[in-house]
């Protein structure tokens, strides 16, 4: 079973070292989450997550999620675990203290959201999506209603889940079927079919809270006939207790390659009494708050199973000797394998990825506080423009790099990481659902260049290049080699983004075949943005802790030596256009 | 379930057209192979593997081997599709007529080894390495162990492995520690424990011949004390036939993430009889032999399994309507996503790669048969040359694409690609193995820039490079826009290969830590002379068939335009050397 060690020191660097945002920093609500309480906060949830819930990644893969006499059981383990876990208020966490939440921003949530993927994925998620249903509730949802449900999915009694695909439609949600009837005391009755339910039946929680999105009898068909609803699994009474059934059943639970542990179901809605949430047929757009967090923490799933993955393959690396290194010292026997300058390459490889990621993560939830809750209008408009813009590139490039880090990590076990027993093909295999859900790779590339770009309120990747510009020639001394280099490539970026805008006039296809190459080319860019931060801090603060310093330092090197030159050619591959894709007989 | 349909169509093209090597075509002993005769083969072929052998896959994957009271079972409908197999002779395709073989040359069965990869890689693996065993005995062993044991191999009736790896010895057979001690009569007793044995025990065949590395109780230690012993299952009585059962237990099989139908077996040696085949001590070298031509098949695997997951890719994209294209004409509803730009993006980038895997392998199965049977002892020393070169190359770029392809695959096909149902996350797993074994990829790139590029028959990679120049600079025609393209990467190749030679005489980390890089240029531009070949018949012959050569000519133009790039971003990552990697400390 692989080891985890929650990176703390790490997590508090950043929290200590990079909060440069003047914006964040003027939030009064945060005055108070100081550094002290910070670290609490995480060698607490290092504990959780380390000794509980760790163990419960190898559990629910080798017991999956079961369906017995239409009631969803978790893996062995879970109910128990999930139990001390709410106790603990770990649902909490995030959420607003009028509801019983902790009110912690996400520059410190979002620690917990990446330990809690590295111990385990298929648990994680019973309790994610509870998040997202208390947010879109909380933004979308009259007083009464929040009033209602919030505070026991705050404490974790109750979960949520997202009912937005259906047999028929994924990505398009305009084809959706599912029908919702009003009554006359204003209720509405549900009727359809939803697949890929994450969360959508288990025994871990004494109620449900679905979100579902139907088309209302009398709403236009596409996308602008959609309403929100919830739909709790028990009705609940007036007095918040848990009253009688509601029309919901589960027909069934998929076999997955993996996050086995976690409820995968087909829900089917037959009359089930909902309530509306937000504005008839403006569902989507209340639905995608919810989504739009969502994908930034499916993002960090990638990041915390790619920080598992590189510290069990250090650990192998430090154990397994095998073969001789160019300048092996040994007469007999072998070398330690972290001797071989291939390995410590991958090694490096994924060290620098993640770091770097962790890194422009945090920049990323600054960002997003701010433009929750800045006074200032254009602060807050600026802020959230940057967060629309990154989540695609957050969610897609991260979750590829854990594909491939969790590819090296098997590659680095030999033929041990092929075999169960060790548990990093697991890795790869929970791993491999994050590029698919909530939106595949593609669609938040396609999403990226045609919404997030330009937009109607301007053009947003260029304020965002302006920035990190002007931030990287701010820099002085030693960061200065590092911020040249990456000016090269934001040249190349601003020509990539100049052939993107041209393009998008005249040749859309184009745009689409590039759309891929250009999240990435983004994506790599902006890892080392977010690297040039911890340059500055490496390079100022270097005589208070040589070793940290260098360790990020060289860390760095590597990134911009080996990794960001990616970010090149994804240009030259995409601007060859796609008359020649798109008059291809397939035949 | 995936659906297969055998290649033949695009076989055939490559037998008919690129049978360009003068060389090749001067074998007298392969005048009979016709193109009637190996179509006559192919389709033949294309039966058992999509009817009989296709269903085995799925039966595997849902019913792994089992060890059960010392015993390996097979999956369902193993044994009876192996022996309708043998019963039509497929196993003896490549084998001398000698032995009971049909003889064909690496031209017409490395086709069969793509089919076999592509409807069932677990059910392979029990005929696959009785080849490499056969290959092995025939090369080394004398003519009474030779006509004792290959009859019955060619005819299936017994099968082979290869018993490598130990415990703390997988890359590093230097380390192995199994022993064995010199009777008076002349044979052996081994014993010793082998892991991840591939077919190591199992219920199809009435023996099992082992290939066994092992040190002679009077060998020094280190690789230069290996010697390689026959070990079979059961005694071989004096008549040939099966007599009492030798000292080999199965201690457990793995418990694999894929290719769950093969038995992968913990082998304990006790007392084993066993023969010397070969030079004592000069085992490794004789082992070799098999493992190279293996190494070339596992190459051929990734394709293979590239092939079935594009083919599935590409009927569902054909089928599945989801989302407007940019230039929609449905006034109501979805289109089908194979209008969508990016996936006809990423089925092209699979079609590009798997057409020109396909060719490249063809003219290396001419050149391995020149380098078997040329009578001219330098062309067939350069062919074996090229040979040398290419394998690491096959092995490791094939697979690790094949894993580029089959992930891409289960992104066309969203949510339903991670579910068990539609069987493409097993191509995935199946997939997932073949860059770990017969060698990690890691260790097919040291072997590559450390002893094929350069070694004791001279500079081969300059004239590999030589070769591939002239070729191209001898085309005319429309050919050239695309031979000129690829001259510069040549270029770049050039200076890639200086730098790798100027570093392995000063600083050979730098060397180790690029060799993966060096590696995948290599591989990318071998695959783009594959095209060129291709390209320069569909320019010729144009006019006898416009549909398949234009349908040529645009697929090589996006593996020009949009993967090719690929080869400068290695070069670019590698040239910064390691001092930094190297230097680095791990805490």
């Not at 945002?21 to 100081?34: A, G, R, W």
């Not at 890929?196 to 236009?220: K, M, Q, W, Y």
């Not at 909530?438 to 937009?455: I, P, Y």
Request: some cysteine; glycine content about 8%; charged content about 25%.
């Amino acid at each position: 079973m692989p080891t985890y060690t929650a990176p703390v020191k790490d997590m508090m660097f950043l929290f200590e070292k990079l909060r440069d945002n003047k914006n964040y920093n003027e939030l009064e609500k945060y005055n108070e989450v100081t550094p002290d309480l910070v670290k609490d906060i995480l060698e607490e949830a290092a504990k959780i997550n380390q000794n509980l819930i760790l163990p419960l990644a190898k559990a629910g893969d080798e017991n999956p999620a079961v369906l017995e006499n239409g009631i969803v059981r978790t893996p062995p383990g879970y109910k128990e675990a999930y139990q001390k876990y709410i106790e603990d208020g770990w649902t909490s966490l995030s959420c607003d203290p009028k509801y019983g939440g902790q009110g912690m921003p996400k520059t410190v949530s979002a620690f917990f959201d990446e330990m809690l993927s590295s111990a385990s994925l298929s648990f994680k998620l019973y309790s994610e999506l509870s998040i997202g249903a208390y947010n879109c509730i909380n933004h979308h949802a009259s007083n009464e209603i929040k009033d209602k449900y919030l505070p026991k999915i705050v404490e974790g009694k109750w979960s949520g889940t997202m009912c937005l695909t259906e047999p028929v439609c994924g990505t398009d949600l305009g084809l959706l079927k599912t029908k919702a009837i009003k009554q006359s005391d204003d209720t509405y009755k549900i009727s359809g079919q939803k697949i890929f339910i994450t969360s959508g039946d288990h025994d871990l929680t004494e109620n449900i809270i679905h979100l579902v999105l139907a088309r209302s009898a009398d709403s236009p068909s596409g996308t602008k006939g959609i309403s929100l609803f919830l739909v709790p699994k028990y009705i609940v009474n007036e007095d918040g207790s848990v009253g009688p059934r509601n029309g919901i059943s589960t027909g069934s639970i998929e076999s997955k390659m993996g996050i086995k542990g976690s409820a995968t179901c087909v829900l089917n809605f037959d009359d089930a009494t909902g309530y509306m949430i937000g504005t008839k047929d403006k569902g989507l757009s209340a639905m995608f708050t919810m989504m739009n967090l969502e994908r930034i923490v499916v993002g960090i799933q990638g990041l915390g199973i790619s920080e598992i993955a590189y510290q069990n393959s250090l650990a192998y690396a430090k154990e397994r000797k095998q073969g001789k290194t160019n300048n092996s010292k040994s007469s007999n026997g072998a070398d330690f394998i972290i001797e071989h300058a291939d390995i410590r390459r991958t090694l490096l490889n994924m060290k620098s990825i993640i770091e770097g990621e962790r890194a422009l993560c945090f920049w990323l939830s600054q960002q997003t506080e701010v433009s929750l809750y800045h006074p200032d209008e254009k602060i807050k408009h600026d802020a959230s423009d940057y967060v629309s813009l990154m989540t695609p590139v957050v969610k897609s490039l991260f979750t590829d790099l854990a594909m491939e880090i969790t590819s090296d990590a098997m590659q680095i076990h030999g033929g041990y990481g092929y075999t169960k027993d060790q548990g990093i093909e697991q890795l790869y295999r929970d791993n491999r659902i994050t590029p698919i859900y909530e939106g595949t790779n593609s669609v938040q590339a396609a999403d990226l260049v045609f919404r997030k770009l330009f937009n109607k309120n301007g053009d947003i990747i260029n304020k965002f290049l302006d920035m990190v510009k002007s931030e990287c020639e701010s820099k002085n001394g030693k960061v200065k080699t590092f911020s040249k280099e990456l000016n090269y490539y934001l040249d190349i970026l601003s020509k990539f983004t100049g052939w993107i805008g041209d393009k998008n006039k005249i040749e859309k296809d184009d745009v689409s075949a590039a759309a891929n190459d250009y999240l990435k080319s983004l994506g790599y860019i902006s890892i080392a943005y977010a690297w040039i931060k911890i340059l500055d801090v490496s390079f100022n603060d270097f005589n208070t802790n040589e070793e940290f310093y260098s360790d990020k330092i060289n860390t760095a090197k590597f990134y911009f030596d080996k990794v960001l030159p990616r970010a090149e050619y994804h240009y030259k591959s995409a601007i060859s256009g796609s008359s020649n894709i798109m008059n291809f007989k397939f035949n």
